[in-house]
């Protein structure tokens, strides 16, 4: 059973990789580990396109912001909806997007719009150990890596780019290199200088069920 399961990841991976431009990334920690919430993203060197742009979400769930990484495109909507039974109160004081949004409770009526490219940190008034980030990028290709530290991105047309990585926690900018995308699938691998993730801690829920 386990090497049939085997079998057919290795042939779904090989039939993924056939398309040309597509970019397999891989990400690590100095250590070799796999590093999760690292983005990809390739910078035309000609000019942005503009991709498709879903509104894309950010909820607020067992007083968590989950994901804890978003990269979007500049001009996207996020929505913040508040699964929770109780209120949230969510801010932001980074330059590219300074808002907040007051005590609230469900969907709030509209989405933010992320309109400058840059990192953006978010928080919650109430629950101070909630945090999550945005990275909105001026490019349409662009991906984040999953727990495996894998990340891909389908259907880049060839040409010039500069390649980023980021993380939240990176201990410092990795700086951007020139890359060139040709017509064969690309593999790129990077180990970044990334502390573990400090969860801070969650009291209890109080009889206020805050
Ligand atoms: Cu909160």
């Known amino acids: 059973m386990f090497s049939r399961a085997v079998c057919i990841t290795a042939l779904l991976l090989a039939g993924a990789s056939t398309h040309a431009g597509d970019i397999e990334a891989t990400a690590t920690t100095v250590a070799g580990q796999p590093l999760a919430d690292v983005a990809v993203v390739l910078e035309p060197v000609a000019g942005y396109p503009r991709g498709p742009m879903p509104t894309v979400t950010i909820a607020q769930r067992d007083r968590e912001l989950i994901p804890y990484m978003t990269v979007v495109q500049v001009g996207t909507a996020i ?63 662009f991906a984040k890596t999953d727990a495996h530290g894998r990340a891909r991105i389908a259907h880049v047309p060839p040409g010039s780019y500069r390649l980023r990585w980021w993380h939240p ?42």
Not at 173 to 191: C, N, V
Request: aromatic letters at 10%; charged letters at 25%; hydrophobic letters at 35%.
């Open 79 to 141: 929505e913040f909806p508040n699964q929770d039974p109780f209120k949230h109160h969510l801010y932001s004081f980074s330059p590219p997007k300074n808002f907040e949004i007051k005590l609230y409770a469900g969907k709030p009526e509209k989405p933010i719009v992320f309109d400058k490219p840059g990192e953006v940190a978010l928080g919650c008034n109430i629950h101070d150990w909630m945090e999550a980030y945005v990275l909105v990028v001026a490019t349409p290709y």
């Open 169 to 210: 926690r990176q201990k410092r900018e990795l700086p951007a290199r020139a890359i060139k995308i040709g017509a064969a699938p690309t593999r790129l691998t990077q180990a970044l200088d990334v502390p573990p993730r400090i969860i801070k801690p969650k009291p209890p829920l109080d009889k206020d069920s805050y």
